[in-house]
């Protein structure tokens, strides 16, 4: 069973660079949701959606887009990188928003030089 | 808004000692709470749950009880080992905050042999 599939797991970039951020499920989640992680601030969320076709804004959506074209994959995409960005992003996925237990893919580590 | 504290960390703990790890929330609601336990190099993992008042959650000798009145769902452990050595994130998710979930900044947790 894959889960939640994240690729890759390491990334550099130049700043002003773009790159989109893979993030695969194999359990006919509806929910998918993308987190950065940064030192003590915990997980805040980028973007979600509940479902093919339908994606929202979170805490700190700027800087990133999310597209939602079927329901296993959400990827994420840098539309210009910059040195804020260096993060841990990690991708996440739920049978339903809310109350339901969320399963993490792996973790991406991004640093933008 | 929502919003989940978490005691700062590192925690630092001899194998076998009593682990408590605190953690208050505000919500607008009656939200589920959860911990969510994250290995070195890996995503985070669903610990245990709570979804209503006095309720207790457990797994993998792990328990945390859901307070209402305190706003409190502390994690603990009467016997920690080395192999619970990770960050431990308090979370919730409420109808008020359109179900999105909500961390904590994450207690980083060393356990000595």
């Known amino acids: 069973n894959a889960g939640v599939t994240q690729t890759p797991k390491f990334q550099v970039l130049k700043t002003g660079q773009s790159m989109t951020l893979q993030c695969a499920q194999d359990?006919?989640?509806?929910?998918m949701s993308w987190y950065r992680q940064d030192p003590g601030m915990g997980l805040r969320l980028i973007h979600y959606?509940?479902?093919?076709?339908?994606?929202d804004q979170g805490e700190v959506p700027n800087g990133y887009n999310v597209s939602r074209s079927t329901t296993e994959d959400f990827p994420l995409r840098l539309l210009s990188a910059a040195p804020s960005q260096t993060s841990v992003y990690f991708c996440?996925?739920?049978?339903?928003?809310?109350?339901?237990?969320?399963?993490f893919g792996q973790g991406t580590r991004l640093t933008v030089v | 808004g929502n919003s989940v504290t978490q005691m700062e960390g590192p925690v630092t703990l001899s194998e076998e000692a009593f682990l408590t790890i605190n953690c208050t929330y505000t919500?607008?609601?009656?939200?589920?709470l959860f911990w969510y336990v994250q290995y070195p190099g890996e995503g985070l993992q669903l610990l245990l749950k709570?979804?209503?008042?006095?309720d207790k959650g457990s797994n993998k000798g792990f328990e945390a009880t859901y307070r209402k009145e305190t706003t409190s769902f502390h994690l603990e452990k009467g016997s920690v080992q080395v192999s619970d050595s990770a960050v431990y994130f308090c979370?919730?998710?409420?109808?008020?905050?359109?179900?999105?979930?909500?961390f904590g900044a994450g207690t980083r947790l060393f356990v000595k042999a």
């Open positions: 959606s509940v479902g093919a076709g339908i994606t």
């Open positions: 709570a979804t209503k008042a006095d």
């Open positions: 979370a919730l998710s409420d109808q008020g905050g359109g179900f999105k979930t909500i």
């Open positions: 919500a607008t609601g009656y939200p589920s």
């Open positions: 996440a996925s739920s049978y339903q928003q809310g109350n339901t237990e969320a399963f």
């Open positions: 359990m006919n989640h509806e929910y």
